[in-house]
């Protein structure tokens, strides 16, 4: 393990080097937050595909293959979708609105109140997508090199939060390039062959699990659905998401490019859910599934190589942490942090001050939860229950109101919240409920109140 350990800090000491190269380009507020909006083709799509793809859609895949069979590529295919769907529909108009933060088109179709209210929610939205990936960190260094969970939590996630706090997007953006290549490379094309050839190729894997695992509907239409719900619309509204758009040089770069990212997280959802099957066929009796990937990979791989495919694991999931990351930190200076000051405009100082404490509140978050896919679950339920349908109103309804939208959201975010706790992180209860008593409170309570002077479509 001495090899493998070498290359993963081989790894992040190239990853705190390309954070110093993105500190000295992020001389602006605009740098820091969006890359200065000028990312060409290859760039955004490194970087979009990069922030989608994490610690659950690597880590959690994997399990949902070894449980489920092929059908667990469905996570990664409705995120796929989601990014498909963002880049073609809504690039454009995004780009055109030149803003940092999903909630300034709530402020721009409403009031600023409805921009605070809906603030909160994406922020509780980023920090668990950031626990989610820094989960995942701890849990594949905690199993493959046997550390404490604490220490890998805060080793792993640490460099995450120097590097995105010195030089924001830019940080960002040099490094998830760098991590697209090393995961395509160590997943797709070492890690999968790897693992077919030691289950004897596709025939022996085709004979060694029931057929059941060769279906793409065996992990059950409501899941799927439920997945579409969560991760698609999750993906259209997000934070994370919107900050990489900002960053594109122009719509035909996001339509394209963007276009291609999704593609590839479909693909990659393939990848993955294979390896699963592979890890149920070579290692059956698994004491906990959360750690099929982090088995498959201690067992399967020789020394060196090993280290290569971790550092492939670890660059999905630092991608996506420091996303999450940097969109809470960006949503606290951009939205929330201005009212407390008076209305005054953050700086690149206090832009990197509160990267750093973001950074170690997620730290905190990440070593009291478990579940990899029940905190990504968590932050998409708060997110898509709180604010699909209030978003979807400022955008297509001119009668939607600002009462209505707050009330759908405060609504619809405690409806998320009582169920999750009810009924599990895993039940589908919570978005259908959040949902319906979001839409139907807004709609409700936008009739009831004053028909608004303002009009105007958002985007």
């Known amino acids: 393990m001495a090899l493998d350990l070498l290359v993963v800090l081989i790894y992040a000491a190239g990853m705190l080097v390309l954070g110093y190269y993105g500190m000295r380009k992020a001389k602006t507020h605009e740098d820091y937050l969006v890359a200065g909006r000028n990312l060409g083709p290859t760039l955004y799509m490194g970087t979009m595909a990069a922030t989608v793809l994490g610690g659950a859609s690597t880590v959690g895949t994997v ?6 069979g092929i059908s667990g590529f469905w996570l990664c295919a409705a995120l796929g979708f989601g990014i498909i769907a963002l880049n ?44 989610t990936s820094i989960l995942a960190i701890g849990t594949v260094l905690q199993v493959l090199f046997n550390l404490p969970f604490w220490l890998s939590v805060l080793l ?22 760098v991590q697209f290549v090393i995961k395509t490379v160590g997943l797709m094309f070492i890690l999968l062959p790897i693992c077919l050839y030691r289950v004897g190729g596709w025939d022996e894997l085709v004979s ?8 793409f509907t065996t ?6 659905i ?13 934070q994370d998401i919107w900050q990489r758009v900002f960053t594109a040089k122009d719509e035909k770069v996001a339509k394209y490019a963007g276009s291609v990212a999704g593609v590839y997280c479909i693909v990659y959802g393939l990848a993955c859910a294979l390896i699963g099957m592979a890890a149920h066929v070579l290692i059956p009796d698994l004491a906990n599934v959360n750690n099929a990937f982090a088995a498959i990979v201690k067992q399967s791989l020789p020394d060196g190589i090993r280290g290569l495919v971790i550092a492939a694991a670890l660059a999905a999931m630092m991608s996506t942490a420091s996303a999450g990351l940097l969109a809470a930190s960006t949503v606290l200076t951009e939205d929330l942090l201005p009212k407390l000051r008076g209305g005054k405009q953050s700086s690149l100082g206090i832009n990197r001050l509160f990267t750093c404490l973001t950074g170690i509140v997620v730290l905190g978050i990440a070593l009291v939860v478990s579940d990899v896919i029940s905190a990504l679950t968590l932050a998409y339920n708060l997110l898509v229950g709180g604010m699909l349908i209030p978003l979807i109103g400022a955008i297509f309804w001119k009668r939607a109101t600002t009462s209505g939208a707050i009330t759908s959201m405060a609504l619809g975010f405690v409806t998320a919240l009582v169920f999750m706790f009810k009924d599990g992180l895993d039940a589908n209860t919570p978005i259908y409920y959040s949902l319906a008593i979001g839409l139907i409170s807004f709609i409700v309570v936008s009739l009831l109140s004053p028909r608004p002077a303002n009009v105007a479509i958002a985007i």
């Open 156 to 177: 792993g996630g640490g460099v995450v939060v120097v590097y995105s706090t010195i030089g924001g997007m830019w940080s960002l953006t040099l490094t998830d390039i």
């Open 208 to 215: 060694k699990l029931p057929a059941s695992s060769f279906s």
């Open 226 to 238: 439920t997945y579409f719900l969560i991760y698609f619309f999750g993906i259209l509204i997000g």
């Open 219 to 224: 992990i059950g239409w409501d899941t799927i």
């Open 63 to 68: 399990r949902l293959g070894y449980v489920h």
């Open 88 to 131: 073609l529909f809504l690039a454009k108009p995004l780009l055109k609105l030149k803003i940092f933060t999903v909630t300034q088109v709530l402020e721009k179709r409403y009031n600023p109140m409805a921009r605070q209210a809906s603030a909160v929610i994406m922020l509780a939205y980023a920090l668990m997508i950031g626990v």
